[in-house]
């Protein structure tokens, strides 16, 4: 049976030959319609506030902001947004932090003719959807768990700390990143100095080959 309204999507990834590709699927179905595009995660939260739309898809490995970090300030701001981690990453650790974002669904670039659309209509009739492997993971990781007696992992730095390192590895000045984020110099620094004490790193180096590492930026 059809869906009965339209979908109006944000659709978010760096690279515009996969946005290309995604909106050709997408635009495909009579009820769903992307109505604005972003090349990084900042922004798709700048084009989620003009916009509003039903369904923000995000890529994970973006610039400035990852698609993680977008969807937890999306999440926080518009919880009326659903949300779909579209990915070339079939990773166990990005699937836990995609849900702990308060994505909707996670779903693999390299099966996205069949699954997406199919993603996006499930996830506006609010019922997660998740890949095969990431059931499986999602399984084998909460029974693993009750077995040693542990809860859902915690992240060892906040999420202000992680938009931080993010923006360091990336190359950008203490001041450029307190205009960035509308902080100051200052506080740009202690949440370094926060950083380099919680993660045991010692430089700029370090910090990059940990953001490299836990996946914030690309290689």
């Given at each position: 049976m059809p869906e009965a309204t339209e979908t109006r999507i944000l659709l978010a990834d760096d690279h515009a030959l996969v946005r290309r590709g995604v909106r050709l699927i997408l635009e495909g179905e009579p009820d769903l319609t992307v109505?604005?595009?972003?090349?990084d995660g900042a922004e798709a939260i700048e084009a989620a506030r003009a916009h509003r739309p039903d369904l923000a898809i995000l890529d994970i490995a973006m610039p400035r902001l990852t698609g993680l970090q977008a969807a937890r300030e999306l999440a926080r701001s518009q919880p009326e947004t659903r949300i779909l981690i579209?990915?070339?990453y079939d990773n166990e650790q990005y699937f836990?932090?995609?849900?702990?974002a308060g994505a909707s669904g996670y779903v693999l670039k390299s099966v996205a003719d069949r699954d997406l659309v199919e993603a996006c209509r499930a996830t506006m009739r609010g019922e997660p959807f998740l890949y095969p492997g990431a059931v499986n993971a999602l399984i084998h990781s909460y029974l693993g768990r009750l077995q040693e007696g542990k809860g859902i992992p915690g992240r060892p730095i906040t999420s202000r700390e992680e938009e931080i390192l993010k923006l360091v590895a990336e190359g950008h000045s203490s001041q450029q990143i307190a205009e960035l984020l509308v902080i100051s110099v200052k506080t740009v620094e202690r949440h370094r100095?926060?950083?380099l004490r919680k993660l045991g790193l010692k430089d700029r180096l370090e910090l990059t080959r940990y953001a490299i590492r836990v996946g914030l930026i690309e290689p």
């Open positions: 109505v604005a595009e972003a090349g579209l990915t070339m836990f932090e995609a849900l702990a100095a926060n950083l």
